[in-house]
């Protein structure tokens, strides 16, 4: 069936540092991949998306392209700032049918801590 | 344009005890899901309803749990009776079904932590 792996966490950085969560994942036939973000309290949001091979997702200076050769979606931040300090998600859906997409298969989730 | 509303925040029960949560999806979206997030795992979808139909209840334990959505909009989660692995957030979410762009986009309530002692 269809999975999403994500690197082992949490990750702990300073202020400005560069970023990279990995992501992996297995799937038949040609799904939709995201990027979601959970703070302290709050329910998950969406950070972005990515519905096609070579599509580059971008939001809030976060970046993640679907690379269908790796099968990857690496989550990455040029420099990160104490208010990005969260749980990310990396997640897949596929269309199964009629009008409604599929259910959204999660990562583990990786937890970011990012210090002044 | 007003969010996902999920009530409650946190709810603490004994074992073998019932409950049961209420979702209210964003205004329009006809596809509803609920999500079990265990502490360090990414969300489980449990149920997923078009409409007032159900699409996939796969993973939903049966003998435990039930999902119900009147009219096609609000929906309750009932566990009964709750069990210590229970014990999780219960994520509600919906999406649109109109759009290419829109609909695989699934929008997320805060969730309602419960603690099964």
């Known amino acids: 069936g269809n999975s999403v792996t994500q690197m082992e966490g949490p990750v702990t950085l300073s202020e400005e540092a560069f970023l990279t969560i990995n992501c992996t994942y297995t799937?038949?036939?040609?799904?939709?991949l995201f990027w979601y973000v959970q703070y302290p309290g709050e329910g998950l949001q969406l950070l972005l998306k990515?519905?096609?091979?070579?599509d580059k997702g971008s939001n809030k200076g976060f970046e993640a392209t679907y690379r269908k050769e790796t099968t990857s979606f690496h989550l990455e931040k040029g420099s990160v700032q104490v208010s990005d300090s969260a749980v990310y998600f990396c997640?897949?859906?596929?269309?199964?049918?009629?009008?409604?997409?599929?259910?959204?298969?999660f990562g583990q989730g990786t937890i970011l801590t990012v210090h002044p | 344009e007003a969010g996902v509303a999920q009530s409650p925040r946190y709810k603490i029960i004994e074992k073998r005890q019932s409950v049961a949560f209420w979702c209210n999806p964003i205004?329009?979206?006809?596809?509803l899901y609920w999500y079990q997030q265990i502490l360090g795992q990414g969300p489980k979808l449990l149920i997923q309803?078009?409409?007032?139909?159900?699409?996939?209840d796969s993973q939903l334990p049966k003998d435990r749990f039930s999902a119900e959505r009147l009219k096609g909009v609000d929906s309750t989660l009932k566990i009964q009776p709750a069990k210590l692995e229970d014990s999780a957030v219960y994520l509600c979410?919906?999406?649109?079904?109109?759009?290419?762009?829109?609909?695989?986009?699934?929008?997320f309530g805060a969730g309602t932590r419960l603690s099964v002692l």
């Open positions: 205004s329009g979206h006809a596809t």
């Open positions: 990515a519905t096609k091979a070579d």
């Open positions: 799937a038949t036939g040609y799904p939709s």
């Open positions: 979410a919906s999406s649109s079904i109109r759009g290419l762009a829109a609909k695989n986009i699934q929008y």
């Open positions: 309803f078009q409409n007032n139909g159900v699409v996939d």
């Open positions: 997640a897949l859906t596929w269309d199964a049918g009629g009008t409604s997409y599929g259910k959204l298969t």
